[in-house]
Every structure is written in structure tokens, then in C-alpha cells.
């Protein structure tokens, strides 16, 4: 079957970074995605990773390595307002997006 | 520009009775989408269209219509309601289908369905 992994919660300080792990088994991959939600919101899009390597946009930066079936998502500089779940998503053979659980971010001050 | 446009954004309904959720869009996306999403469970897909007139079903359709006579609109549509429906309800679309376009949605706001 198809999986994505990422962890259900993690806490981090304002100001500092965080990294947030994405696993995934899927049949077949074309581009894994990072959304961002806020409670209560719609998700929003932040990032799309088809080649290895990392792509960055501002304060917030993610990475692929396809033979590994890993992605992270970095966040610099932290602030409150990044306090939010971020989603995970692949998009399979099919172009069928299979989406994590999501991981919810807490920010302390 | 709107983007996406659900309603209700809220609603109690009773089970066994029938209710539409309504989903619009500006963008003339050709792919739209009916996601739920559940505590612990994210995003699970009900129904997709690909383009006006064809629809699809998605990972959880049981219990769910939809249909897409046009490009704007995308309603969804319990038949007979159950508490198991309980649930956040989110359209979205994206411009293409079957391309890396397909994984960048544009969602709605949700519409949040309680089923007693």
C-alpha cells in the first residue's frame, strides 16, 4: 500500500530552526509538496520538490531525495505565526496525491 | 479574485436526511476535488472531475454524489446522512490533472458537517 510518514507534533522556540521529516512509499512519485495549515484554515501550498536537492523559498526550505523516499521541510527564524500543521504529499503514478496526517507545529515564545 | 467558495461554511444536520455542499470557483481550473479530513487522518479524497463532465471517485466516495455540468461548480451531495460523516469538507481544484500541476491545490475554506 501507500504510506507517508511524518511525526504528529513537534514543539520548537521562537527564532529557532525546525525540520520536519516526510518518509514515503508510494507507487511511483512525479513531485511531493509541503502544505501549510493553520487551525481552523484551508491548507495553502509552500513548496514542490521533483529533482533531489533542495529548494529554497525565503525562510522556509525543502529537501528531496527520491532513492531514500525522504523529504524535509525547514523553517528558519521562526516565528509565531508558523505555528500550524504541515502536510506532507505525494503525487503517485497516477497523479493521485496521497497526503500525510500531518504534523503540527507548536512555537513557544 | 474569490478563488474557491464553499457553503455552508457550517451545519448540523440530522441523519438520515440529504444535504448538498456547494463548491464554486473563479479560477477556470479544469480538476476540481472533495476532500474530508479527520483528526489524525488528513486529507482523504471523496470524488475528483478532472474536467467539465467527468467525474471520478476518490479514495472514501460511499455515501457521497457529485456531479460537474460545468467548469465552476462542483457540488457535493450526501444522500442520506450518517454520524460517521461527521467531518470537515474541502473542495479545491487545481488548473491541470495528470501533470506536477495536479499537486498544487487551491482549496476552499471547508465546510465543517456535524451529523447527529
Known amino acids: 500500500g501507500q504510506n507517508i510518514d511524518q511525526p504528529t507534533e513537534m514543539t520548537a522556540t521562537e527564532g529557532a530552526i525546525v525540520q520536519i521529516n516526510c518518509t514515503y512509499q508510494t507507487s511511483g512519485f512525479n513531485g511531493l509538496f509541503w502544505y501549510q495549515q493553520h487551525a481552523g484554515e484551508a491548507p495553502t501550498f509552500l513548496s514542490y520538490n521533483v529533482l533531489d536537492g533542495l529548494e529554497e523559498k525565503g525562510r522556509f526550505s525543502s529537501f528531496l531525495s527520491r532513492s531514500k523516499g525522504y523529504s524535509y521541510l525547514l523553517l528558519k527564524e521562526l516565528q509565531m505565526k508558523d505555528s500550524a500543521s504541515y502536510l506532507c504529499?505525494?503525487?503517485?503514478?497516477?497523479?493521485?496525491?496521497?497526503w500525510g496526517a500531518g504534523t503540527k507545529l507548536i512555537i513557544k515564545p | 479574485t474569490a478563488g474557491i467558495t464553499q457553503a455552508p461554511t457550517s451545519q448540523i444536520l440530522a441523519a438520515g436526511r440529504s444535504m448538498t455542499l456547494r463548491c464554486t470557483q473563479d479560477m477556470r481550473h479544469n480538476a476540481m476535488y472533495w476532500y474530508r479530513q479527520d483528526l489524525g487522518l488528513g486529507l482523504r479524497l471523496i470524488h475528483y472531475s478532472n474536467t467539465a463532465g467527468t467525474t471520478g471517485k476518490g479514495e472514501v466516495p460511499d455515501g457521497y454524489s457529485v456531479s460537474r455540468a460545468n467548469t465552476d461548480d462542483f457540488p457535493l451531495t450526501l444522500a442520506s446522512a450518517v454520524p460517521s460523516q461527521t467531518s470537515v469538507y474541502f473542495c479545491a481544484s487545481s488548473r491541470t490533472s495528470g501533470g506536477p500541476n495536479t499537486g498544487e491545490l487551491f482549496f476552499g475554506e471547508g465546510s465543517r458537517l456535524t451529523v447527529l
Open positions: 504529499a505525494v503525487l503517485d503514478s497516477n497523479y493521485q496525491l496521497i
